[in-house]
């Protein structure tokens, strides 16, 4: 199966919400201001239209496998990131120093949402906030997780609750219902107190090589207004790296099925 880009996001500033801006998202902020030059030189009207949600500092933990300096230690991570976007690639985005919880909503209206949060909990509020901020209407849900060599990619959609369609790409708790079961965080590993510590759990590269795997996903939509895939599948260590098909077959395989909700509950990548 083939999915197109709504044809309203060809034509106006495609709004952007990031949440998290730590060891993924970080770095997807990046390739999203890459994204909106790029998009715009190509002829769209006003490319994206991005906000960043976190409600954290950076710390010295942080440098080195996040893309801060050691100058941005005790800075807010949404703040500094989105002024040196705005400087450097002259754009107006916004930051906010918050947390998304079970009672938010996202005012901003995105037509996109990335979550790049380690949490259960965290999934499962970003959701709950992008589906009370959609109503005669859908957006997309961009999901990325990892583990220490390994990760996945998922983009899905979310429906308002007037909004009909024949068709709508499963988001990641479609597939994975254990993604958004907050009574499975404390099975999760603490956080880690120096760098060192965290690159015992993570490798160096593979934060930067799941935002890369998910905004090539988006410059694809982008670029051409369709897909044939979803998702990606990656191993750093193995070097593989597997597709996740626009196909109602393949969706059955991890216990989805587009008429019924999923029973079967499978493994994934947290981070």
Sequence with gaps: ?????????????VKVVLVGAGGTGSHVLRRLANIHLAW???????????????????????????????S??????????????????????????AKVTDDSRFNFQPDIVIGCVDNRKGRGSILKALKRSVYQRSA?????????HDGQVVLGEVFGE????????PHVA????????????????APSCSLAEALEKQS??????????????????????????????????????????IDPDVWKRFGYDENAKPKRRSKVARK
């Design 72 to 97: 941005d230690v005790g800075q807010p991570k949404a703040e500094i990131l989105v002024n040196r976007c705005n400087m450097l690639m002259q754009t107006s985005w916004q930051a906010e120093i």
């Design 140 to 148: 997309y849900y961009l999901d990325i997780g990892n583990r220490e």
């Design 40 to 70: 715009t030189e190509l002829g769209h009207p006003e490319g994206l239209d991005v906000l960043v949600v976190d409600p954290d500092t950076v710390s010295k933990t942080n440098v080195g496998r996040q893309n801060f300096w050691p």
């Design 174 to 189: 479609d597939l994975y219902p254990d993604i958004i079961d907050a009574s499975l965080d404390a099975m999760d590993d």
């Design 1 to 13: 199966m083939i999915h197109n880009i709504e044809s309203s996001l060809l034509t106006r500033a």
């Design 204 to 245: 160096l590269f593979i934060n930067d090589t799941m935002a890369n795997a998910a905004c090539n996903l988006l410059w694809e939509l982008f670029r051409y207004g369709q897909i044939t895939h979803h998702g990606q599948f990656v191993n750093i260590k193995s070097g593989r790296v597997s597709p996740l098909a």
């Design 162 to 169: 007037n909004f009909k369609r024949e068709h709508r790409l």
